[in-house]
């Protein structure tokens, strides 16, 4: 791709927002909001730390003032041949009072902005086997060569139909998702129809920007139809959270007016280069006009993951919870002999890096570079940034090298590189969530977009602690809960049951949803006994729970009594890992939720 070429050619590469027109709009509650319009959306209740980062939902538009518009004589200078004075106006009929732009250098690159409309349909997790009320929004794109566009995946988000027009056409093309990176918060397009690329000229990628660089924020925001320009300066450069993604990566922070219908539109700087893309905004009462870019360290990794593997396959992770190391006593007691290093506290179960690395173990450099006592690395020159930073630039399945300090002895050990997997995921893959319907209990796994939708006062402390503190112990491990009863004769008593975890059938305990079907399916026993956490047990006759199944379904204009995705035959995998104390920590599982500036997972 001619991009990824671009990118990769410039040496000093290390390693804005949307319109929305929607029949039903809702503003995120989080306070650093991502630039979209995914808007037909209950206000969404963000984990601590969180709140800050928002889409964007909503967009005000912004104008630029160009060369040459207004009065006065034309630029070959010709002389007006008649005028009318009428109260004090002088108006010249002959000479146009509007300039022609098509020769300006700056219009090349304006040109290559696209608006975006995209029509979404997300799914109902509270009925999951029916989807919400169907709603638009409208964003900005990009073009980077190859027939391809870049955009923000919460652009297109949940989408059914997503269509692009260009800058001063009134046709709308019809463009297909060929890639979304919910981490990065990107997503690939195309187009198809050929008359869409004639006569247009790809972007060119350009390197990290200094501090103090001049950027420029084009797309088209809330406010207007037409494409609408804003100016600022590059404020920051850090790891930032990504709020649509809940990953931690690269980010560029800019003091430009970015608003909600700006997302997925890109920034220049002042050779007219793409920097990065816009996507979230810091909505505070203690500060102002604070937005974010992602930049094209982060845009090479997404579009060279999706050449090489022909998908997203996202960014990897060591699965470790670190602490700083800035006190001496505590360097001294690890036996650590210098400033560097960062302490162990938690190794995820499920992650490769669990079999060479331990609590109590001191990391003190990756691949040979060292890493600093508060968790930091050398950045360019004369900067340090996160030690998050150094993983985010490998891809998944490769190899990194740690070294370490384990009972004050220095050693060397290598660990595969992997995307992390939450238990209580961020976003349902395939978009559907998944679900089980027994004698009107209907099961399916808890995942953030429900407790999203359920609001977090309705789950109960536990099952919220839960979602926020543990970790999945094996691969494939999911939270299984009752979200609600369908009513019926053959489940009476079990009828206001919700939101409960389910922790056995018949005696043996629950993997995942499909292990759960799976055990309903090969049932043999004249009851189905099922045992919930704090020891709830629900009994249930076999064959008279099959029998009410047709009767449930057709009371509720259910069409199926499971989810696709739990057709398929279940395949038993050896999960050797037990339970452990320590699988309900009291650490939190991201960084958002983390309340302690010395602990951070990377």
Aim: proline share 5%; net charge negative; with cysteine.
């Amino acid at each position: 791709m001619a991009c990824v070429a671009a990118l990769l050619a410039s040496p000093a590469l290390l390693p804005f927002p949307s319109t929305a027109s929607s029949t039903a709009s809702a503003s995120c509650s989080c306070r650093l909001r991502l630039c979209p319009a995914v808007v037909a959306r209950a206000p969404r209740q963000q984990p601590r730390g969180r709140r800050a980062l928002r889409r964007f939902d909503e967009v005000e538009g912004v104008s630029k003032k160009r060369r040459g518009i207004g009065g006065g004589s034309g630029a070959g200078g010709s002389q007006p041949s008649s005028s009318r004075r009428d109260r004090g106006l002088a108006v010249d009929f002959k000479e146009s009072q509007v300039a022609d732009f098509d020769d300006l250098e700056e219009d090349k690159f304006l040109n290559a902005v696209v608006k975006v409309y995209c029509t979404h349909i997300a799914p109902d997790y509270g009925l999951p086997w029916q989807k919400q009320r169907q709603h638009s929004s409208s964003g900005s794109a990009f073009m980077i060569g190859d027939g391809k566009l870049l955009t923000n995946a919460h652009c297109v988000e949940h989408d059914t139909q997503v269509k692009v027009k260009r800058r001063g056409d009134d046709k709308k093309y019809i463009a297909k998702v060929l890639a979304r990176g919910t981490e990065c918060d990107l997503a690939l397009l195309s187009v198809e129809n050929e008359e869409f690329w004639r006569g247009t000229e790809a972007l060119h990628f350009g390197r990290l920007p200094c501090l103090q660089d001049s950027v420029t924020v084009v797309g088209y925001p809330l406010g207007g139809d037409t494409i609408s320009v804003t100016k600022g300066v590059v404020s920051r450069i850090e790891v930032t959270p990504y709020a649509h993604g809940t990953s931690d990566l690269l980010g560029i922070q800019i003091d430009a007016a970015i608003n909600p219908g700006n997302s997925g539109g890109p920034a220049f700087n002042e050779q007219g280069e793409c920097i990065g893309v816009a996507f979230q905004v810091y909505r505070s009462d203690e500060a102002e006009n604070i937005g974010y870019v992602i930049p094209t360290t982060v845009v090479s990794h997404f579009l060279n993951d999706y050449q090489k593997n022909g998908k997203y396959t996202g960014f990897p992770c060591l699965g470790v919870l670190l602490q700083k190391l800035e006190n001496p006593a505590l360097r001294e007691s690890l036996k650590v002999p210098s400033s560097e290093g960062v302490l162990v506290r938690r190794v995820e179960p499920t992650a490769p890096a669990s079999s060479v690395l331990r609590k109590g173990d001191v990391i003190v450099s990756f691949d040979g570079i060292a890493v600093g006592c508060e968790a930091t690395v050398l950045f360019r020159s004369t900067e340090r940034i996160a030690f998050r930073y150094l993983t985010s630039q490998k891809y998944a399945g490769d190899i990194a090298q740690l070294g370490i300090i384990r009972d004050g002895n220095s050693m060397k050990v290598q660990t595969i590189l992997q995307p992390r997997k939450h238990l209580v995921p961020f976003h349902v893959e395939g978009g559907q969530p998944s679900y089980l319907i027994v004698a009107g209990l209907v099961f399916t796994p808890l995942t953030e977009p429900f407790i999203e939708e359920e609001c977090e006062d309705t789950l109960g402390l536990k099952l919220l602690a839960k979602a926020r503190y543990s970790l999945a112990t094996f691969e494939g491990e999911q939270i299984v809960i009752i979200s609600q009863v369908l009513a019926h004769e053959v489940n009476i008593g079990y009828e206001h049951m919700g939101n409960q975890q389910v922790m056995k059938l018949n005696g043996t305990t629950i993997k995942n949803i499909h292990h759960l079907a799976h055990l309903v399916d090969t049932c043999k026993d004249k009851f189905l006994t099922f045992e919930f956490e704090d020891d709830f047990l629900v009994v249930l006759h076999r064959e008279e729970a099959a029998a009410a199944s047709s009767d449930i379904l057709k009371e509720h204009a259910i069409p199926s009594i499971r989810s696709s995705d739990l057709s398929e035959p279940y395949v038993e995998t050896k999960n050797d890992i037990q339970k452990t104390s320590e699988d309900f920590g009291e650490s939190p599982v991201t960084n958002f939720e983390m309340g302690i500036d010395c602990l951070l997972w990377a």
